[in-house]
């Protein structure tokens, strides 16, 4: 594998439903990131992990719950969802040092919340 | 918080036409700034990139241009081809100053006509 992966690229679940979205980076990278696609919005940012502790939590429901157990995952836990949470997932990664600010994103996971 | 505005929202060029894409930030301390295309089915892909102590940057057929007093900055792509068909969307980050969050604009769909 290589790049940023994700899992799974198409989920579709109730409202009542618990799911979790997987993201995988293999480019060495140390920060980590959750955004949101939806076809009416800008790519909105959820939540930022930097050396595997969170640094910004850009005012989410608490029905998203991200987890970073190592510098190479992420995870985003969904539970009791609405329908306008449908959306294109996307994780991204990038390189916490100086000077370099490059995000690299997979390919998202597209969720249908019915 | 930051505010990127993205200017057209849809763009048609004959194949061989150069394009131009606009975009416009809000916040002054913002120093990074990346544009990505995004094709079908798949995550954006970052393309080009400029920082606010450089006013142009150039890789073969794309080149971005910044404008730090008047806070915009433009994606050019010159002799366009079929496959630069794709959703182009550009960003603004203050960097790890701010846990490298990226603002987006609302994109640009991009039709090349052969």
């Known amino acids: 594998e290589t790049g940023v992966t994700q899992t799974p690229r198409h989920l579709v679940m109730g409202m009542t439903n618990k799911k979790s979205l997987k993201c995988e980076q293999h480019l060495g990278h140390n920060a980590m990131y959750w955004y949101k696609q939806s076809a009416k919005k800008p790519l909105e940012l959820m939540f930022v992990?930097?050396?595997?502790?969170?640094?910004e939590n850009n005012s989410v429901p608490s029905r998203f719950s991200p987890e970073c157990p190592n510098s190479s995952h992420l995870f985003l836990h969904l539970h009791t969802l609405q329908p306008e949470d449908s959306a294109l997932y996307l994780c991204a990664s990038s390189q916490r040092t100086s000077g370099a600010n490059e995000q690299f994103f997979g390919p998202g996971t597209r969720l249908t919340v019915l | 918080g930051e505010n990127v505005e993205q200017h057209p929202s849809t763009l048609s060029v004959q194949e061989g036409d150069s394009a131009v894409i606009k975009c416009t930030y809000s916040d002054s301390a913002s120093n990074y700034f990346p544009w990505y295309k995004q094709e079908l089915g798949k995550g954006p892909q970052l393309i080009i990139d400029?920082?606010?102590?450089?006013g142009e940057k150039k890789d073969q057929r794309i080149a971005v241009t910044l404008n730090k007093t008047a806070k915009h900055f433009s994606l050019h792509i010159t002799e366009t081809q079929p496959e630069d068909s794709a959703v182009y969307f550009c960003?603004?980050?203050?960097?790890?100053?701010?846990?490298?969050?990226?603002?987006f604009g609302g994109g640009t769909r991009l039709m090349v006509k052969p």
């Open positions: 960003a603004a980050s203050r960097g790890w100053n701010a846990g490298n969050m990226l603002t």
């Open positions: 992990y930097s050396l595997e502790e969170r640094v």
């Open positions: 400029i920082r606010s102590n450089v």
